[in-house]
């Protein structure tokens, strides 16, 4: 049998919707037994289950516990960064003029190429680590900067190796189709031909938890997307998509008839969008940090998700182009100012919703069954967590039932 552990002296944020009425599903005086890497029990610590024998126990001093934070949208491997374009921007260029003119995503691509597997492991390590001090346990990783075979395989090695070497749990997603490289200069259609060729054997190599493609008008058309998407589909991995951010090209419908994991950004999203994604099941993820840094006007239809009942996932999008940004706690905070997010709907968006947006449904909560990904908070109320910016109020994080160092 394997150890209990016994955490005790904590208040539990459990987020689970039978525990009380206002959604935190909030236990005064908590207490919660780990077995191994799951949660076997948890409730009031006087409930405490008889005759266990813990064989370790955890005071944890009256802190706040949380699920363990979810970062669902990120591209964290990449050469370089693009400071000079954000100055650029700030004397009067826009994205996708610097895009058009093969700045943007190219410039990132260049870099990457240039980088070294080693180095581009040890720039996506710090910033895996940024995210998991404010109590990230479960990350997406995007490739998307290399667009070679090549290195795109590099890129989702090192996302791979991340997941190996540090306490977090890593889902890569394949995004080859994120920009025409060079090489493909007005040859769209024989880039879409080269990135589904390339991955059966990506995905042979283990490489590819999820496809995702930027259905744009600076990137990719409808068609292209869905060829994209029908390779992954005969390949049995599922998808997401990066839709509606800059114009609407009905991207979000096309991939809810693909039965899409999330569709992020949506701030172009129409209502048949919407209808479609509620029908697939599939999550909205929003990048509060991408709109704050490109200075978005256009809001995502956050009260038509909301009524439709879609549930909204928040992410960093950290990219070195729009959401520089390693803050996921920040992020939660924006959606509430920027997009009038509730703190509760906020704090689902980094966790359970997260969790929905990888397809994973085994954490997001504090319930029996689930994954002991757990974090504890210097804060007396789980509200806090959107509420307090540029401050980590991360005590201790708890990732598959061991407590990192
Ligand atoms: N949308 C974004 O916001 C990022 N990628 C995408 O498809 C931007 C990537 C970049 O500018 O480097
Ligand atoms: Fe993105």
């Not at 064989?55 to 706040?64: E, F, K, M, P």
């Not at 895009?99 to 691509?109: C, E, F, L, P």
């Not at 997307?225 to 390949?235: N, P, S």
């Amino acid at each position: 049998m394997t150890p209990l552990t016994l955490w005790h002296n904590a208040r539990i944020a459990t987020l689970d919707p039978r525990m009380g009425t206002d959604g935190w599903g909030l236990i005064e005086h908590g207490a919660l037994l780990t077995e191994g890497a799951h949660i076997a029990w948890v409730g009031q610590a006087g409930d405490l289950p008889q005759g266990l024998a813990p064989s370790r126990t955890v005071d944890l001093g009256r802190a706040l516990l949380t699920p363990g934070l979810i970062d669902c949208h990120t591209h964290l491997v990449y050469g370089g960064h693009r400071a000079a374009e954000f100055e650029m921007r700030l004397n009067g260029a826009s994205y996708e003029a610097i895009a058009r003119a093969g700045g943007g995503i190219r410039a990132s691509v260049a870099a990457t190429r240039a980088a070294s597997e080693e180095s581009l492991f040890n720039m996506a390590s710090r910033r895996a680590r940024a995210l998991m001090a404010e109590g990230v346990t479960t990350l997406e990783i995007k490739s998307g900067y290399g667009l070679s075979q090549e290195a795109e395989a590099r890129c989702l090695r090192v996302a791979r190796r991340l997941g190996r070497a540090l306490p977090v749990e890593v889902h890569t997603t394949f995004l080859g189709a994120h920009a025409v490289p060079p090489e493909f200069e007005g040859r769209v259609d024989d880039y879409i031909d080269a990135v589904c060729a390339w991955m059966p054997g990506l995905h042979a190599q283990g490489l590819i938890d999820a496809v995702d493609a930027f259905c744009e008008n600076i990137a990719f058309s409808p068609a292209q997307t869905q060829r994209v998407f029908e390779t992954a589909q005969r390949l049995g991995l599922p998808v997401k998509l990066h839709a509606e951010q800059l114009s609407d090209q009905g991207g979000a419908a096309l991939a809810a008839s693909f039965n899409a994991l999330s569709c992020d950004h949506l701030e172009h999203l129409s209502a048949a969008g919407i209808a479609a994604m509620r029908a697939a099941g599939t999550v909205a993820v929003l990048l509060p940090g991408a709109y704050y840094f490109l200075r978005e006007t256009k809001l995502p239809p956050i009260e038509a998700l909301r009524q439709a009942g879609v549930p909204m996932a928040l992410s960093t999008d950290h990219n070195p182009g729009t959401s520089p940004g390693l803050s996921l706690l920040l992020m939660a905070n924006m959606a509430c100012t920027l997009f009038r997010l509730t703190p509760l709907e906020a704090v689902q968006g980094i966790t359970l919703h997260a969790a929905r947006a990888l397809g994973l449904k085994d954490r997001g909560q504090i319930i029996a069954g689930q994954r002991a990904d757990l974090v504890a908070w210097d804060l007396q109320h789980p509200n806090e967590l959107a509420y307090w910016f540029g401050h980590n109020p991360c005590l201790h994080v708890i990732h598959n039932g061991v407590q990192r160092p």
